[in-house]
């Protein structure tokens, strides 16, 4: 216990003097990645990972909480975004007619319905 609370007073006490701790993942954690990549047969993909979040710790290793500017970081998965088809902006959706929208207690026609009704109507084939 009392080594956490030396940790949790490490962490107080950067943050007052205004210095950033970079997240760094733990040892535990990269076996863990280690471990699962092996059970399900891939390759690790710590390992791919490792040298982008590396370069990420270095850079706000140095980073002052006072700064006014945070530092611009590049995103080390822009290629493999490139690769990725874009979601398209339109859905191709039929046109609402505008007469349902118009009609009064056009939501309230199933309103009256039991539970049973309702499911019935939306899954007539059980």
Known sequence: MKVKWKKLFLEYSSLRD???R???P???VKNAFAINAEKLGLDNPYDEAESAIDSIY???TYLNLNDEIFP???NPLLPIMQDTPTTPMT???PNVEGSVLTQKNAAN???NLTMDQKIRLLF???
Do not use: H, R
Request: net charge negative.
């Open 18 to 20: 205004g210095e950033f």
């Open 22 to 24: 970079p997240f760094l």
């Open 26 to 28: 733990s040892d535990d």
């Open 58 to 60: 270095d850079e706000l």
């Open 72 to 74: 611009s970081i590049a």
């Open 91 to 93: 859905l191709n959706l």
């Open 109 to 111: 026609q199933y309103s």
């Open 124 to 126: 007539p084939n059980g």
